[in-house]
């Protein structure tokens, strides 16, 4: 009896071994110093210890705010866990993400955590927060908000190939550990690029900084929709991507800087002197766009979108930069010139108006890092937009709104719920939406006559906006009192026009559909049709009246109306 309790302790202790959860952090963007489970009861303690990027000791305290890691061996009946983040460089709530697994290696996506997990806070560097995996789940990846890799960027951009608006996938240059930095150029082809602005867009300086990425996976989505004002906004510019400008940071799993532990962000101060070879990659880009003062691109760049993430803040934002009329590079370099600011609030107020979650945040004021301007934006408008030879004769070149975007980790447009992925992916779209009315766009469709009528009818129209679309208002004039009257519309305009089978009239259009229209006692008839929002929709009108009070009815038809949408 006594081995046998013997045998039963060891198998009991066994057991209690075997399923002691072990937590990793060795995949892509996962970081942490370290991790320690303790059994307690029914549960385990579980400390997870941040380290600062690349593990670099010399960093400050505020970098260190990711952290991302896998915990496996769990019970397929349950494992509850209470997870402690330890040395924490960030004070702000957030309900962090995970994704679970029943075998170990196929893991669902990440979604946001049970509302019973938002931490608590026992010290301004510790989190702390408890967790219970459903039944059948043996492993969990656990983030402080969604993660996004490297493999989902180089999967993405692969996605686009053959895409019939993207006009070039390319590579800027590479990362210090070989990783491309790619480009993504965005526009219709089959419009000639004079007159297009250029708009210039990049993602990721920060690599942790995710929101950037989703909100760059929706608008691109936005831009291929086929949607009209998409559609018009690529007619009239060319849209530049950087959908992640800090690889090595991202495969690191670092929150703030590159591979070099450089703050990338803060090589725009002297770009041209720095080192760092993602930097390198973009002002390259960049600068071959504007050209220079005396010689400008034939399409600069003139919207520019830094795309980031903060913490402390509870909607998403934008820095606008302070006006100064007497600003000077040398004696007063706070701010920027009061038409940048104007432009820059132009911009705010459209984005605003085009996203409701985005009209939660509140603008903040940027002095862009004066004295030493450690920003893109700094660089755009100091090197171009306050020159007075770029605004001025000869070129009167645009001055360019550059600004920096940021997304939040906390709740979502509707104030209760937490935000997702999904939230900055719709941001992204409207994003797009606002680019287009910044740029002051417009819908466009026409009406043309074509041809004469056969005899007296005459088929006149004209547009109306309508939502996302147009409807056009169609007269028939010039028809015999009371008369019978159709309208015959086609999607195809006979390049011999064929003649009516009861006399010598002609038909322009294929004959698609009819409608009745009622001819009043003066000759006149009216009708409305709805042109759907197709890209490119052509349709053919053209009016046909039957006079019944003849003793051998009298047929005319009318020239013909093209109905189109001009994007």
């Known amino acids: 009896m ?16 075997a399923q002691t959860p072990v937590v990793t952090f060795a995949g892509e963007t996962m970081r942490l110093r370290s991790a320690s489970v303790t059994p307690s009861g029914g549960q385990f303690n579980v400390t997870l210890t941040m380290e600062n990027d690349n593990a670099d000791g010399g960093l400050p305290t505020s970098y260190r705010r990711w952290w991302h890691c896998q915990i496996g061996n769990l019970n397929p009946a349950g494992t509850t866990l209470v997870i402690t983040i330890a040395n924490a460089g960030y004070t702000d709530v957030i309900l962090p993400v995970w994704a679970q697994s029943t075998n170990g290696t196929v893991f669902s996506a990440y979604t946001r955590c049970p509302l019973s997990a938002v931490p608590t806070q026992p010290s301004s560097t510790t989190h702390r927060f408890t967790l219970t995996t459903p039944a059948g789940v043996t492993a969990i990846r656990l983030a402080k908000y969604f993660p996004y890799t490297v493999t989902r960027k180089d999967a993405f951009v692969q996605s686009l190939v053959g895409q019939p608006r993207l006009r070039s996938l390319s590579v800027l240059g590479n990362s210090q550990q070989g990783r491309p930095i790619h480009r993504l150029v965005f526009t219709d082809g089959s419009v000639p690029d004079t007159n297009k602005q250029r708009i210039w867009i990049h ?6 900084e995710t929101t950037s990425y989703f909100t760059c996976e929706g608008l691109v989505a936005w831009l291929l929709s086929g949607d009209p ?6 007619d009239r510019t060319i849209l530049e991507l950087v959908p992640m400008a800090n690889p090595d940071g991202v495969a690191l799993g670092n929150y703030r800087v590159n591979a070099n532990s450089a703050n990338l962000e803060d090589e725009w101060a002297s770009p041209y002197a720095s080192p760092e070879p993602e930097i390198v990659a973009l002002r390259t880009a960049i600068a071959s766009h504007m050209g220079t003062l005396a010689a400008p691109g034939s399409n600069p760049i003139t919207v520019l979108l830094n795309l980031h993430s903060s913490h402390n803040v509870a909607y998403p934002f934008h820095f606008q930069h302070t006006a100064n009329a007497n600003w000077n590079p040398v004696t007063s370099n706070s701010g920027v010139i009061p038409i940048v600011n104007q432009i820059e609030g132009q911009w705010i107020t459209r984005f605003r108006a085009a996203s409701p979650f985005v009209a939660r945040g509140s603008t903040q004021t940027s002095s862009a890092g004066a004295p030493t301007r450690p920003f893109v934006e700094s660089m755009m408008h100091d090197r171009w937009s306050a020159q007075a030879t770029w605004t001025g004769a000869p070129n009167f070149e645009r001055p360019v709104m550059a600004i920096t975007f940021e ?3 906390g709740r979502a447009a509707d104030t209760l719920t937490w935000n997702t992925e999904a939230d900055y992916r719709q941001v992204g779209a409207e994003m797009g939406r606002a680019l287009f009315d910044y740029l002051g766009l417009q819908l466009t469709a026409s009406v043309t006559p074509i041809g004469s009528p056969c005899v007296s009818v005459a088929l006149q129209g004209s547009l109306a906006p309508q939502g996302n679309a147009y409807v056009a208002n169609l007269a028939i004039a010039g028809a015999p009192a009371n008369a019978l009257g159709f309208l015959v519309f086609g999607f195809a305009n006979p390049t011999v026009p064929l003649p009516a089978p009861w006399q010598n009239c002609l038909l322009r259009a294929s004959l698609d559909a009819t409608v009745t229209v009622p001819i ?4 006149l008839g009216q009708s409305q049709l709805g042109l759907p929002a197709w890209p490119g929709l052509r349709v053919f009108a053209q009016a046909v009246v039957a006079d019944l009070t003849q003793p051998v009815p009298a047929v005319d038809t009318s020239n013909a109306l093209e109905l189109a949408n001009d994007y």
């Open 2 to 17: 006594r081995s046998l309790a013997l045998l039963c302790v060891w198998l009991s202790c066994s057991l209690l071994l």
């Open 203 to 208: 993602s990721g300086i920060h690599p942790a």
């Open 229 to 234: 004002y998409a559609e018009v906004l690529l």
């Open 407 to 409: 997304g939040t980790y």
């Open 520 to 523: 009043n006692g003066l000759g």
